[in-house]
């Protein structure tokens, strides 16, 4: 029933407008959880992952939001979390899987089977841990987008989804408190986010849009894959 009603959207136009209403409605019972447990997560999966000589660091939007507003974004309601690919084990599965996050999915390269993104939950609120690889002087995670035209399952089973590259400076890591929380953050964070967001980061932006404004983030050639976790 669900793929006919997908279709029917899909031809009608109307799969993207549906989808993002129904994920407006998500967004309302996301906030209440975030205000909940959202720093209780942030701080666990700092604990769980420092102890296998992980370092995850803040980016994407809490980077902005703790840089920005000193706060979370209102608006944002999962945590981002930065790894550096070359520290991740085969032990954080089972390690953050021990201490109550149950891996949800997983954005990966088909051909190499490489992981550029993981989605863990934790009492029902979302963690993205976005996988950082070197070039040069830089670091790079890889932003898996909408289909061309697909709806997102057609798309899986088929040619995959396009891919951006956001790139940012090397840098080091400090620790940082964030709202009561030791966190690590980017020595570097206004080049990151100057980076990642343009030099008007610091003003807000409604409907906000990368392409709208000079950032690091290019196209990729990578068509990435979902793997979902029951």
């Known amino acids: ?13 109307l ?3 549906v989808v993002s209403t129904i994920n407006r409605l998500k967004s309302h019972v ?7 447990h959202g720093l209780e997560m942030l701080q666990e999966a700092d604990r769980v992952m420092c102890g ?21 974004i209102s608006y944002d309601f999962d ?14 599965r089972e390690k953050m899987e021990s201490s109550g996050f149950k891996l949800y999915k997983q954005i990966y390269v088909k051909e190499t089977n490489r992981i550029v993104e993981e989605t863990y939950v934790y009492k029902k609120l979302y963690l993205d841990i976005f996988y950082y690889f070197e070039d040069g002087d830089d670091l790079y995670s890889v932003i898996s987008r909408l289909h061309e035209t697909k709806e997102w399952k057609e798309a899986n089973e088929t040619d995959g989804f396009p891919t951006d590259r956001s790139y940012v400076p090397k840098t080091e ?4 408190d964030f709202l009561g929380v030791s966190v690590y ?20 932006i409604k409907n906000w849009r990368a392409s709208d404004y000079k950032t690091r ?14």
């Not at 953050?185 to 807000?204: C, F």
């Not at 983030?217 to 029951?230: A, C, K, L, M």
């Open 173 to 176: 890591f400090e620790r940082i």
């Open 217 to 230: 983030i290019v196209h990729g050639e990578d068509r990435t894959y979902r793997r979902y976790f029951s």
């Open 185 to 204: 953050k980017p020595v570097k964070s206004h080049e990151w986010l100057t980076d990642i967001y343009s030099d008007s980061y610091m003003t807000p």
């Open 15 to 17: 799969y993207k407008s």
């Open 30 to 36: 996301q906030a209440k959880r975030m205000k909940k």
């Open 52 to 72: 296998m000589d992980i370092h995850p660091f803040l980016t994407y939007g809490i980077l902005l939001g703790a840089c920005r507003e000193k706060n979370f």
């Open 1 to 13: 029933m669900r793929d006919i009603i997908v279709k029917i959207l899909t031809r009608l136009g």
């Open 79 to 92: 945590i981002d979390l930065g790894v550096l690919a070359s520290e991740v084990t085969d032990k954080m």
